[in-house]
């Protein structure tokens, strides 16, 4: 069983030069996702939220992650739009203590949001309003996130170069390649 820092920086480095940008951010990357990648052992589910610029994210992400040729048991990833189609008409507090109330009765094991898009969206205040969520945040860095510009140029290539080390990541944690 490998340590997951190493193993992460030997994963970023088998992909190339356009995943060498996250060889000096691996630092940031690794603790952060061991922690959910754990949740995600424990049972719990994930729910993914974009912003609308990046819905075209989700559903690669969700297409994905549960693709047939994995050669591992299909995991908990759901689109919380799919889940809850009026998702995008929340918009009072009560509303998404509503919506997190159904999540908990509908995942007894536990949920985790997982939030890809802009600090500033609306659908961004729900899932920093749960304190085990996992952000891929854009323009501000927050507590269980990790930082990317939304005026970056490479932005669109680097969302899939994470989804791959995501991807890679969550297989090594399932079959026990790496210690968390």
């Known amino acids: 069983m490998s340590d997951f820092i190493k193993w992460t920086?030997?994963?970023?480095?088998?992909e190339g030069s356009l995943m060498s940008w996250m060889e000096e951010r691996r630092t940031e990357w690794t603790p952060l996702l061991a922690s959910k990648l754990k949740f995600l052992l424990e049972g719990r589910a994930f729910i993914l939220?974009?912003?609308?610029?990046?819905?075209?994210?989700?559903?690669?992400?969700?297409?994905?992650?549960?693709?047939?040729?994995?050669?591992?048991?299909?995991?908990?990833?759901?689109?919380?739009?799919?889940?809850?189609?009026?998702?995008?008409?929340?918009?009072?507090?009560?509303e998404i203590s509503l919506l997190q109330d159904m999540l908990s009765l509908a995942f007894p094991n536990g949920y985790v949001f997982f939030y890809?898009?802009?600090?500033?969206?609306?659908?961004?205040?729900?899932?920093?309003?749960?304190?085990d969520s996992y952000m891929w945040l854009f323009d501000e860095?927050?507590?269980?996130?990790?930082?990317?510009?939304?005026?970056?140029?490479?932005?669109?290539?680097?969302?899939?170069?994470?989804?791959?080390?995501?991807?890679?990541?969550?297989?090594?944690?399932?079959?026990?390649?790496v210690m968390l």
Not at 9 to 14: G, K, P, Q
Not at 72 to 92: C, H, K
Not at 149 to 173: G, H, N, P
Request: hydrophobic share 40%; charged share 30%.
């Open 9 to 14: 920086l030997e994963a970023i480095r088998d």
């Open 49 to 94: 939220i974009t912003d609308s610029e990046r819905f075209w994210f989700e559903k690669y992400f969700l297409k994905n992650i549960n693709k047939p040729t994995n050669s591992r048991p299909i995991l908990p990833f759901f689109s919380l739009r799919a889940l809850y189609p009026s998702f995008d008409s929340i918009s009072s507090k009560e």
């Open 116 to 131: 890809v898009g802009k600090s500033n969206d609306k659908s961004a205040q729900i899932a920093k309003g749960k304190d």
């Open 141 to 177: 860095q927050a507590q269980n996130s990790f930082y990317l510009s939304s005026s970056d140029e490479l932005l669109d290539i680097k969302l899939l170069s994470l989804y791959k080390l995501f991807d890679k990541s969550v297989d090594a944690a399932l079959f026990a390649k």
